[in-house]
């Protein structure tokens, strides 16, 4: 009898025992680095320091006044913004809503198709003239390009060839994505429009839309100065 009644009084001693509870430690949150936004990139083209051996018109007709600028690591233009709906054809991009509508594009995705202009955000840059050619300064097709309107920017690629002599335009994608009223037929914005076009930087496969977005975010915190700035922080500490 003593050593149950022993037994009993350790188990209950155990239970009464005070326990310490476990401590899990908290989850470390991981911190995002805030957007570039689209003042931060305007106050770095604010100047101009032509590269094209002439100036482009924003429409056929419309006064050639709008020249492509250098930087150290992108080219700019200025412009407005009409909608290119070529490429795959959707229920907003077809022979119906477009009356200049076109099956292909000057670039094609991984698998050999047209780019769509309803679902990739892409821009459209002149073909090779004696105004610019495009080439000489690490721009082709997948090139990453911010563009800015008013308070918003978007990140987009190089997805198709236009005219010679105009300049300012971009696919359905890339004007719904900014709040531009993205109609083939009406729609765009008639001023407004920075275009950014980062030299010697391309995605790949073309129709990585993450990719882009990540190439991009990138390259405009660097265009900015923010990415030296974090750079030499980290250094100090």
């Known amino acids: 009898m003593r050593v149950q009644s022993l037994t009993l009084a350790a188990a209950s001693a155990a239970l009464l025992a005070p326990t310490t509870p476990s401590v899990v430690p908290p989850r470390p949150v991981a911190w995002r680095e805030p957007p570039v936004r689209a003042a931060d990139l305007l106050a770095k083209v604010r100047d101009c320091a032509p590269v094209s051996r002439g100036r482009y018109r924003s429409d056929s007709g419309a006064p050639a006044d709008i020249p492509v600028c250098d ?3 992108a080219v700019f233009w200025k412009a407005d913004m009409d909608i290119d709906c070529d490429g795959r054809p ?3 991009c077809n022979r119906r809503t477009d009356p200049h509508f076109s099956g292909s594009t000057a670039y094609v995705q991984s698998d050999g198709r047209p780019l769509s202009a309803e679902r990739l955000p892409f821009v459209v840059v002149p073909a090779p003239s004696r105004i610019w050619d495009h080439r000489e300064y690490g721009v082709g097709g997948g090139s990453v390009v911010a563009v800015v309107h008013r308070d918003r920017v978007q990140y987009a690629v190089v997805g198709d060839k236009g005219p010679q002599n105009i300049i300012g335009e971009a696919s ?6 900014l709040g531009i009223r ?5 729609g765009g914005a008639p001023s407004g429009v920075t275009y950014i076009v980062f030299k010697n930087a391309r995605v790949s496969p073309i129709e990585d839309q993450a990719a882009t977005e990540a190439t991009g975010e990138r390259l405009a915190r660097r265009f900015i100065g923010l990415e030296q700035l974090t750079e030499r922080q980290g250094k100090r500490e």
């Open 71 to 73: 930087t150290r690591d």
């Open 90 to 92: 959707g229920p907003r």
């Open 172 to 177: 359905y994608a890339t004007a719904k994505a």
């Open 182 to 186: 993205a109609d083939p037929h009406g």
